[in-house]
């Protein structure tokens, strides 16, 4: 099993600009959710989905889209990026269908936004 | 709202020698105390779960603890590759039913051969 995959690994954007996070997963987890990790602050939780078609938002969403096509996939989207959206954002998964329990972290994908 | 603090935010062992780590909390409706450990440049990895005050969970060196209101994560002899950034995290559910995880800001630990 690749676990928690995410891509890209850096990625450098210009303020306004968009793109899209890619998250998989092949543990067949329902839980999915998105992070991110700012110096001196714990991850704080973006969005999160307990299965294909179901989304909702967690502590700090403003700025961010989901969607859930596949149990497998789970990309986070920035719509117009602005440097306050420079931070490292980590995919996880759960075997819980509510989330709760262990979850399983992706490698990270590190934006800076100039 | 969840609050998790952990401290110290950074320590220094030499090898072989033992402390704790702590992570107090306060949460409505604890349904879960969880430690992650981070190294530089990765996702956190799950180390244990604990459900109920009293609780102990043993991997190798560690060995998390829970009460009411704190949690400690004991090393014992730490050995220079115990060195990273321990995460605790707690879980509950939200007003609107949602279980969401709020972690803390971290322990780094550096143990000195």
């Known amino acids: 099993n690749a676990g928690v995959t995410q891509t890209p690994k850096f990625q450098v954007l210009k303020t306004g600009q968009s793109m899209t996070l890619q998250c998989a997963q092949d543990m067949n987890h329902e839980y999915m959710s998105w992070y991110r990790q700012d110096p001196g602050m714990g991850l704080r939780l973006i969005h999160y989905?307990?299965?294909?078609?179901?989304?909702d938002q967690g502590e700090v969403p403003n700025g961010y889209n989901v969607s859930r096509s596949t149990t497998e996939d789970f990309p986070l989207r920035l719509l117009s990026a602005a440097p306050s959206q420079t931070s490292v954002y980590f995919c996880?998964?759960?075997?819980?269908?509510?989330?709760?329990?262990?979850?399983?972290f992706g490698p990270g994908t590190r934006l800076t936004v100039t | 709202e969840d609050q998790v603090t952990q401290s110290p935010e950074a320590l220094r062992l030499q090898e072989g020698e033992s402390s704790s780590l702590n992570c107090s909390y306060t949460v409505s409706g604890l349904r879960g105390l969880f430690w992650y450990r981070q190294d530089p440049g990765k996702g956190p990895e799950f180390l244990f779960t604990l459900y109920s005050a009293g609780e102990e969970k043993e991997k190798e060196r560690l060995k998390a603890t829970l009460t009411k209101k704190e949690s400690f994560l004991h090393i014992t002899a730490p050995k220079p590759e115990d060195s990273a950034t321990y995460l605790c995290?707690?879980?509950?559910?939200?007003?609107?039913?949602?279980?969401?995880?709020?972690f803390g800001k971290g322990t780094k630990l550096s143990v000195i051969p």
């Open positions: 996880a998964s759960s075997y819980s269908p509510q989330g709760a329990g262990e979850q399983y």
């Open positions: 989905s307990v299965g294909a078609g179901i989304t």
């Open positions: 995290a707690v879980g509950a559910y939200s007003g609107a039913g949602s279980y969401q995880l709020t």
